[in-house]
Nanobody, 127 residues
Framework: QVRLVESGGGSVKEGESLRLSCAAS????????LAWFRQVPGKAREGVAA????????WYSDSVKGRFIVSRDNAKNTLSLEMNSLKPEDTAMYYC????????????????????WGQGTQVTVFS
């Protein structure tokens, strides 16, 4: 079983940075892939970034590539998301998710691939 708890959300000005953290308890075999998703009211939840246990590959959505950095510390059971050069369109509820299976280029953004979810942390970027 896995428990995911996000933290670090807040309100920041456009162009500033913010770091989100996810405390991910549970066996590594239940969280072979850890990912960040975000959702705006009235819109579908979308994948932001993902990384497998070995961190051989980092996946990012086109909208955040070059600005965000995802990482995980398996020893500390944490997942992080460094968000730089924030834009108003980054405003959303950010969720941490875990998958029993490994992520792949063709599947890391599929909500159905993730069995465990956190409650979310709000990020608001104002201009």
């Amino acid at each position: 079983q896995v428990r995911l708890v996000e933290s670090g959300g807040g309100s920041v000005k456009e162009g500033e940075s913010l770091r989100l953290s996810c405390a991910a308890s549970g066996s590594d075999r239940f969280k072979r892939c850890l990912a960040w998703f975000r959702q705006v009211p009235g819109k579908a939840r979308e994948g932001v970034a993902a990384v497998n246990t070995g961190a051989e590959t980092l996946w990012y959505s086109d909208s955040v590539k070059g600005r965000f950095i995802v990482s995980r510390d398996n020893a500390k059971n944490t997942l992080s998301l460094e968000m730089n050069s924030l834009k108003p369109e980054d405003t959303a509820m950010y969720y941490c998710a875990a998958s029993r299976t490994y992520c792949y280029t063709s599947s890391w953004q599929d909500l159905g691939s993730f069995e465990y979810w956190g409650q979310g942390t709000q990020v608001t970027v104002f201009s």
